[in-house]
């Protein structure tokens, strides 16, 4: 009777010490159990341990399948990059499939894009989610279906911007200034407060906080999509440049890709912004100067 009181007391107290520190705050009512529970049933380390055991045991099946989902749904993502970015091989076949591409190849493309360069650093803040909220793989689906919501709606700018200023386009010396500008003003929002605000919001386990034990579908996709805002308030100008330079350049998305993921899982994101910071200003102030640079910069 005894172990079992333990077993409860111990569950009980993670469980209230997981709801205050992800989902959200204590209530007077919730201590005062809390406290109660541990003097009547003091949880030995031996108990704790073997507790602590069992739920790592039961969450690590879930971590690894989640994980390979995403990693292998972001790798599906990277194929289609890379087999678009083949299929528009050569200077005047690139420039009339950018130009003939309609919004729905757009975007399908975009949404490819997003998964491959977003994915892999959105897992472990799914991952979080999913146990937060008790969930199980249709609440990893609707998270990610949520976060890539957002990212859909940003296609459709990114469609207009990327036919008026994408390089591969048009050889204007405009479109490198254009480019140089975007390189500059991206630099400068490294260092903003907006951008050390938004990849607050992105690390785990902040940007679920808030959250319900017990989450409703449509609150797992609203989730998502909150996650995707302050996502996209982080590197929306990253993107922005990355159009600039020519959307489906290979060697930007990767290099954008490991700074983002970096950004965010890293314990030097902080330095590492100022570092990026510093290459963008370089770089846009050398397009203000140079703008036909631009076109060494699609490989």
Request: hydrophobic share 55%; net charge positive.
């Amino acid at each position: 009777m005894l172990l079992c009181g333990q077993v409860f007391a111990h569950h009980y107290l993670t469980t209230r010490i997981d709801r205050r520190t992800s989902l959200g705050y204590p209530t007077p009512l919730g201590v005062g159990c809390t406290l109660a529970i541990a003097h009547v049933f003091p949880v030995s380390p031996e108990s704790a341990a073997n507790v602590d055991n069992s739920q790592g045991r039961s969450r690590a099946p879930t971590d690894i399948w989640l994980s390979a989902s995403l990693l292998g749904l972001a790798g599906l993502g990277w194929w289609w990059s890379v087999v678009g970015a083949a299929g528009m091989g050569g200077d005047e076949m690139s420039k009339h499939a950018e130009s003939t591409m309609s919004l729905a190849a757009f975007l399908l493309a975009w949404v490819a894009m997003m998964a491959a360069m977003m994915l892999p650093a959105v897992s472990p803040v799914v991952g979080h989610y999913v146990r937060a909220a008790a969930g199980n793989a249709l609440t990893a689906v609707l998270f990610v279906v949520g976060y890539l919501a957002v990212w859909t709606v940003v296609g459709i700018p990114a469609f207009v911007a990327s036919t008026h200023l994408d390089p591969m386009v048009h050889g204007s010396a405009w479109i490198g200034r254009v480019a140089g500008a975007v390189a500059l003003v991206a630099g400068l929002h490294q260092l903003s407060p907006l951008k050390a605000t938004c990849l607050r919001h992105c690390h785990w386990p902040m940007s679920v906080s808030g959250g319900s034990r017990t989450a409703s579908r449509a609150g797992t996709f609203v989730a998502g999509g909150r996650y995707g805002i302050s996502c996209l308030g982080s590197c929306w100008l990253l993107m922005l440049l990355l159009i600039t330079v020519g959307t489906m350049q290979l060697a930007w998305m990767l290099a954008l890709t490991v700074v983002i993921w970096l950004e965010k899982v890293a314990p030097f994101s902080d330095q590492l912004r100022r570092v990026t910071a510093a290459i963008l200003v370089v770089l846009g102030v050398a397009l203000l100067v140079h703008p036909t640079f631009v076109t060494r910069l699609i490989v």
